[in-house]
């Protein structure tokens, strides 16, 4: 990719520049978990967008993209927002760039990406943490790396109509080799846990059921209704349950009478998640993945069940990890579509994707995609 890339840099502006990159995500449990305070668990993969870069003198940005093979020019200021939804972007990493009082001239860029679209990967984190820290980089504006990542999620609310959380911006711009991050998503406090699952003789793979349901945005609110409904109920008799993820279960049994069913059973998947993100790490430090991949499978069984963000296709993929023995296996993301995460033994793993694919297909009339995913590091230079 980087060759690609020079090369086309050479053509169009005559001498190369430096090079950055950075990272996809996945987040091996921890889901809904974020908007209710609790923790999330991400790390980097070593899916990404690379980019060269080079100051050019002028109060423009020239950007060409590889895989959509355009190319467009914009000014820095607010009203010069380009048509091209790719560029938008990088628009907004400038424009949140220089409202943080950091300075951004015009550059010059190529850049291109092998992270899938769409797929939950997050593609759109690895453009924008690209471009913040190579801003940050070459106009030296020191801005840390946290608000390297609220860089990413306000071009995301601001620029292109995306409503974010921030792990997956906090993943790409801190992800390190071999290591998956907690985030507490109510403090912010984060700590590295070391994660190879390769050399202990797994492999990690996304099976994309490409499907999308369109309930997933009105569910979405709903779900957080819920879970706010189940929180305000706690507080008063727990008047420390700001969010969630501050609640016991005992003390959601405490009111079980005096909510909805339903936001019940919300909460009850909230907080069993918030404590599972907890002992998948003390399974991690043990070296222990089959607790750990345990624990996946009781994520999957809470989004399908008590959270009821599954849908067919996840739970047959689901069902379909455990016939085959893989380790740990769920729904990642939001739900209502998208792609499951496994952890499956690499003596398994040539099953495993056999059986998937081919009943998967047979059911539902198209194949699924496979992506083998190792944990990498986020945004950097590339000497
Ligand atoms: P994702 O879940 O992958 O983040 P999004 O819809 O949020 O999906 O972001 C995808 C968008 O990000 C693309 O439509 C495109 O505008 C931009 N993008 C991602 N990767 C690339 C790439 N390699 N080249 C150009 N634009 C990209
Ligand atoms: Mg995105």
Request: charge should be negative; aromatic fraction near 12%.
């Amino acid at each position: 990719m980087k060759e690609r890339i020079h090369e086309k840099f050479l053509t169009l502006f005559g001498e190369g520049g430096m090079v950055f990159a950075s990272a996809g995500r996945v987040n091996l449990i921890g889901e809904h978990t974020d908007y209710n305070g609790g923790y999330v668990f991400p790390g980097a993969i070593d899916k990404g967008i690379m980019a060269e870069v080079k100051l050019n003198g002028t109060g423009k940005v020239r950007a060409f993209s590889l895989d959509y093979d355009e190319y467009v020019e914009f000014g820095l200021e607010e009203d010069n927002k380009p048509q091209q939804a790719w560029a938008d972007y990088i628009f907004g990493v400038c424009r949140e760039t220089i409202k943080r009082g950091g300075k951004v001239e015009g550059f010059d860029t190529v850049f291109a990406g092998d992270v899938p679209l769409g797929a939950g990967l997050s593609s759109s984190a690895a453009l924008e943490s690209t471009f913040a820290y190579a801003i940050n980089y070459l106009f030296q504006n020191g801005i840390d790396k946290f608000e390297l990542a609220k860089i990413g999620q306000s071009t995301e609310h601001n620029y292109c109509g995306v409503k974010c959380g921030i792990m997956d911006q906090f993943a790409s711009c801190f992800g390190k080799k071999g290591n998956l991050i907690r985030l507490n998503c109510k403090t912010l406090e984060y700590k590295y846990f070391p994660f190879d699952p390769e050399a202990a003789g797994y492999k990690l793979v996304l099976i994309d059921s490409c499907v999308k349901h369109e309930l997933a945005s009105s569910a979405y609110n709903k779900r957080r209704a819920s879970c706010e409904n189940a929180a305000a109920a706690m507080r008063k008799y727990h008047p420390d349950v700001e969010f969630l993820s501050d609640a016991k279960r005992v003390w959601l049994e405490e009111v079980r009478d005096e909510i909805p069913e339903e936001d019940f059973l919300r909460a009850e998947y909230v907080i069993g998640e918030v404590q599972r993100v907890l002992d998948f790490c003390d399974a991690l430090e043990r070296g222990d993945y089959e607790t750990a991949g345990e624990m996946m499978y009781q994520t999957h069984f809470g989004m399908s069940k008590l959270y009821e963000v599954s849908c067919e296709e996840l739970d047959f993929l689901n069902k379909v990890a455990r016939k085959c023995d893989v380790t740990g296996s769920r729904v990642m993301g939001g739900g209502f579509g998208g792609c499951t995460i496994n952890l499956v033994k690499k003596e398994l793993y040539d099953a495993f994707i056999k059986e998937a694919t081919t009943s998967f297909e047979e059911k539902f009339g198209h194949a699924p995609k496979v992506y083998d995913v190792v944990i990498s590091d986020g945004a950097r230079r590339v000497e």
